[in-house]
């Protein structure tokens, strides 16, 4: 069966640059659009970030272009998240997701989320 695991997450001061890695399994990996998508305390799910499956298209919510960097490695089966210059704002459970949308309605499996806490 699909399994998305994500980890990464935890408290960082704003500023911080930490990384989010997703392990995946029970399906072709490199053959699916993969993407993160959050969730700020209090609030509705928010799509980030998609990459296609041999990792040569890329897209972004507008908040985090110039800040984050989506990537995958296809032979480790693990879609990455590289965020920067965090601010508070971007507290927020992490959710690795398989979909080819922009919208967290079309996600179609998930993990159960990293938490990211960014301290001000």
């Known amino acids: 069966q699909v399994q998305l695991v994500e980890s990464g997450g935890g408290l960082v001061q704003t500023g911080g640059s930490p990384r989010l890695s997703c392990a995946a399994s029970?399906?072709?990996?490199?053959?699916?659009?993969m993407d993160w998508v959050r969730q700020a305390p209090g609030k509705g799910l928010e799509w980030v970030s998609a990459?296609?499956?041999?990792?040569?298209?890329?897209r972004y919510k507008d908040s985090v272009k110039g800040r984050f960097t989506i990537s995958r490695d296809n032979a480790k089966n693990t879609l990455y998240l590289q965020m920067n210059k965090l601010e508070p704002e971007d507290t927020a459970v992490y959710y690795c997701a398989r979909g080819a949308g922009v919208h967290p309605a079309d996600m179609n499996y998930w993990g159960k989320g990293t938490l990211v806490t960014v301290s001000s």
């Open positions: 029970g399906f072709t990996f490199s053959s699916y659009w």
């Open positions: 990459i296609y499956g041999d990792g040569m298209s890329t």
